[in-house]
């Protein structure tokens, strides 16, 4: 387990879009008044804990749907259905109209 969550913590650390959400995002909660170290440890455990159940949330989501995927006729209807849904969003892109620049 520590090494799964080692893994998965890793690469958010470093990430700079984790970085600039935490110093952007997170700092309008504090109140300058108080402590604000316990403040930002509070609100970081939190986004974490939370990072941690969004992560938790797709891998099940995946596996549900690997299992319902496996067959050849579900991939097939599966594919089918997202190459209708992007034809059709290329679709709409194509016949919006739009002012040339």
């Known amino acids: 387990m520590t090494n799964t969550v080692h893994r998965i913590d890793s690469p958010s ?3 700079p879009k984790a970085i600039l959400f935490f ?4 700092p309008q ?3 300058p008044q108080q402590a604000v170290g ?3 440890l509070a ?4 986004f974490l804990v939370l990072e941690w159940l969004a992560i938790l949330l797709y891998a099940l989501a995946g596996l549900h749907l690997g299992r319902l995927l496996a067959g050849p006729r579900a991939r097939r209807l599966f594919n089918r259905g ?3 849904l992007l ?3 290329g679709l709409g ?3 919006s109209r739009r002012p040339a620049l």
């Not at 110093?23 to 997170?26: C, N």
């Not at 609100?43 to 939190?46: C, E, H, N, V, Y």
């Open 93 to 95: 892109l194509l016949l």
């Open 43 to 46: 609100l970081g455990l939190a």
């Open 29 to 31: 909660f504090v109140t």
């Open 38 to 40: 316990p403040q930002f």
């Open 13 to 15: 650390s470093g990430n």
């Open 82 to 84: 997202c190459a209708a």
């Open 23 to 26: 110093t952007a995002f997170l």
């Open 87 to 89: 034809g059709s969003a």
